[in-house]
């Protein structure tokens, strides 16, 4: 059983930055494939960006350019660094880790575990 922590959301102006961290809580954490996904009100939960064990990153269209996904597997931790952020950024910001080599990084149903969310709430 993995645990995932997510940390860092909060408020933040139009066109601010904002970092997410996500601390895994396994000692082969350098295996996982890690993702983040956002889900607003009303809406399905949808990829943001996922990066594989060999440091290959994956980026929602809308996010490219904007948004970084890294990982520190001496940290056990992934991060996700937004920047230029939009109004239509706001939502609950998931972190979640893989351990299979399927190739379906933007799928929810590809990943085993998930943590429990930060609110990102980016003001117009």
């Known amino acids: 059983q993995v645990q995932l922590v997510e940390s860092g959301g909060g408020l933040v102006q139009a066109g601010g930055s904002l970092g997410l961290s996500c601390a895994a809580s396994t000692r082969t954490f350098s295996r996982y494939a890690m993702g983040w996904f956002r889900q607003a009100p009303g809406k399905e939960r949808e990829f943001v960006a996922a990066?594989?064990?060999?440091?290959?990153?994956y980026y929602q269209e809308s996010v490219k350019g904007r948004f970084t996904i890294s990982r520190d597997n001496t940290k056990n931790t992934v991060y996700l660094r937004m920047s230029s952020l939009k109004p239509e950024d706001t939502a609950v910001y998931y972190c979640?880790?893989?351990?299979?080599?399927?190739?379906?990084?933007?799928?929810?149903?590809?990943?085993?575990?998930w943590g429990q969310g930060t609110q990102v709430t980016v003001s117009s």
């Open positions: 979640a880790a893989k351990d299979n080599n399927d190739p379906d990084y933007w799928a929810p149903g590809s990943y085993n575990y």
């Open positions: 990066i594989n064990w060999i440091e290959k990153t």
